[in-house]
């Protein structure tokens, strides 16, 4: 994946407190609000770094804001990783193990949407949306790949196409629910539950049928 910024950590126990004081403040507040809401002076009273010391290291706030991106992104990849290894220990059917990774997909994306929104509503700045491409196709690729293991339960003549479109359309149904990146206004709408066990049956069916 493309580095966003190159962020040296620091050599001094000091210096790396204060770094991580400083990107767990903007991570905050950005999970509270907005990007364009987000202020070196808040991070500063946030974090309880001085607005000079911030500066010592940052720009502003757009190279802090790509730092937690980054780090946001390092968290997810390790526990998407984790959580299709789980399922993948398990051994599972083709019927249980589409359902399940749907499910965890979902649960993934919504512990994390709080920081994504403000995140993908930054997708028209170049760095954010090279970023988060790479980001999604990664995780696409695992899920894809789990799934393709159980190939020889599929009926669908195209088994590589059949899995991208399943993750393509659970994905976006799931990020319209969240309210994540342009769907924004339809945050909520509809049954949370209902629609990750329609989403496990709609694919079951699309790649068995």
Not at 33 to 50: M, W
Not at 64 to 69: C, D, E, P, R, T
Not at 133 to 138: I, Q, R, S, T, V
Not at 173 to 198: I, V, Y
């Amino acid at each position: 994946m493309p580095t966003a910024i190159a962020l040296n950590p620091p050599k001094q126990d000091r210096s790396r407190v204060a770094l991580e004081k400083l990107l767990t403040a903007t991570r905050e507040l950005l999970s509270e609000g907005t990007f364009e809401q987000l202020t070196i002076a808040g991070i500063s009273k946030r974090s309880g770094v001085s607005v000079g010391s911030i500066y010592a290291r940052f720009e502003g706030k757009d190279e802090l804001f790509l730092a937690v991106m980054a780090n946001v992104f390092g968290e997810m990849d390790a526990e998407w990783t984790n959580l299709i290894e789980t399922l993948r220990s398990k051994q599972l059917s083709l019927v249980e193990k589409v359902p399940m990774a749907i499910a965890a997909l979902a649960e993934h994306l919504k512990s994390h949407s709080s920081i994504l929104r403000p995140i993908m509503a930054r997708s028209s700045d170049p760095r954010v949306a090279v970023f988060g491409k790479a980001k999604h196709l990664k995780a696409a690729n695992i899920f894809n790949e789990l799934l393709l293991e159980s190939r020889a339960e599929f009926r669908h003549p195209d088994p590589e196409h059949a899995v991208r479109a399943c993750f393509a359309i659970a994905y976006a149904a799931l990020a319209r629910f969240l309210g994540l990146g342009s769907a924004a206004d339809a945050a909520g709408e509809g049954d949370w539950e209902q629609l990750k066990r329609d989403l496990g049956v709609m694919c079951v069916g699309f790649l068995k049928g």
